[in-house]
């Protein structure tokens, strides 16, 4: 075994490898804390963060109900979408076709949406809430109101559609 400490090791081997200098200067991580280094510098990272704690509530939230975020905005675009079809909804929510067929199998046995065939095409499924269905979506939404409001309730509402708004910026820059 050589004399030398994990930490000299790992500075070493940052040195020969060009990422010494990236962190040069940065504080050493205090005991019990992890230095994350400049992720947080990194839009992906920081929306990821979130994004797994906004899902983390409202999966909790809806849990009660049984009901997944995609699930949910399934019907919330079914709803304000009669007849749309599948292949329809899966571009707007950018849902693989298999995971949103399995999706859609488990609302029909839920009885909170239907497939019709469609009268244009009789190759396609027109989707359609139920009365069951719309009636559930009101429970769905009463819930999934609570949660954003946690999830914003440290934005006023400028902030609010200000965070929007530069996410959608992000998203049309990348798409």
Do not use: W
């Not at 075994?1 to 200067?25: D, K, L, T, V, Y």
């Not at 510098?41 to 906004?54: F, K, N, P, S, W």
């Not at 609570?146 to 965070?163: P, Q």
Request: glycine share 6%; aromatic share 4%; no cysteine.
């Amino acid at each position: 075994m050589s004399g030398i400490s994990p930490r000299s090791a790992r500075r070493r081997h940052a040195r020969r490898n060009g990422a010494e200098g990236a962190f040069a200067g940065a504080p050493p991580a205090r005991a019990g804390e992890i230095d994350l280094a400049r992720l947080s510098d990194h839009i992906g990272y920081v929306v990821r963060r979130a994004q797994l704690a906004i899902f983390k509530d409202f999966i909790q939230t809806l849990a009660p109900v049984d009901i997944r975020p995609a699930q949910y905005s399934v019907l919330i675009v079914i709803a304000r979408n009669p007849g749309l079809t599948q292949a329809e909804l899966g571009r707007a929510l950018a849902i693989k076709r298999a995971n949103l067929v399995g999706m859609l199998n488990e609302l029909e046995r839920r009885k909170l949406a239907r497939r019709v065939s469609s009268p244009a095409d009789r190759r396609s499924h027109a989707l359609h809430l139920t009365p069951q269905g719309r009636e559930m979506l009101e429970r769905f939404h009463a819930l999934a109101l609570e949660h954003e409001a946690r999830a914003t309730r440290t934005l006023d509402a400028a902030e609010k559609r200000t965070l929007l708004a530069l996410l959608d910026r992000v998203v049309r820059s990348l798409g």
